[in-house]
């Protein structure tokens, strides 16, 4: 992206190039396997997940984002975990400006 974008487009490409940076580790572009999933969790992650370190726990994660259940993470069901830590931060923010 062209330099000055704004804070919000900024941040939109570095969740859409950590995607390809994970995914493309084993020379495919188009999804993510278990272990670079895992990978990426334990790596990027490890402060808004529980139990980055369990693998069961993460293979969990998998599954219940695995809508085509083809064992490896799209970037569309990538998108979806980004969309529930956001929702979850959402949540958080809103109760901390109540008080």
């Given at each position: 992206?062209?330099?000055?974008?704004?804070?919000?487009?900024a941040a939109?490409?570095?969740?859409?190039?950590n995607?390809?940076?994970?995914?493309?580790?084993?020379g495919?572009?188009?999804?993510?396997?278990?272990?670079?999933f895992r990978k990426?969790?334990?790596?990027?992650?490890?402060?808004?997940l529980t139990?980055?370190?369990?693998k069961?726990?993460a293979n969990?994660?998998?599954?219940?984002?695995?809508?085509d259940?083809?064992?490896k993470?799209?970037?569309?069901?990538?998108?979806?975990?980004?969309?529930?830590?956001?929702?979850?931060?959402s949540?958080?923010?809103?109760l901390?400006?109540?008080?």
């Open positions: 992206m062209a330099s000055g974008c704004s804070e919000l487009e939109i490409e570095v969740l859409v190039r995607f390809y940076v994970y995914a493309a580790r084993k495919k572009y188009d999804k993510m396997n278990k272990k670079e990426m969790v334990t790596q990027e992650l490890q402060h808004v139990n980055t370190q369990n069961e726990a969990k994660l998998i599954q219940s984002l695995d809508a259940e083809d064992g993470i799209s970037f569309d069901e990538y998108w979806t975990l980004i969309g529930e830590i956001a929702k979850k931060l949540t958080q923010m809103a901390q400006c109540q008080e």
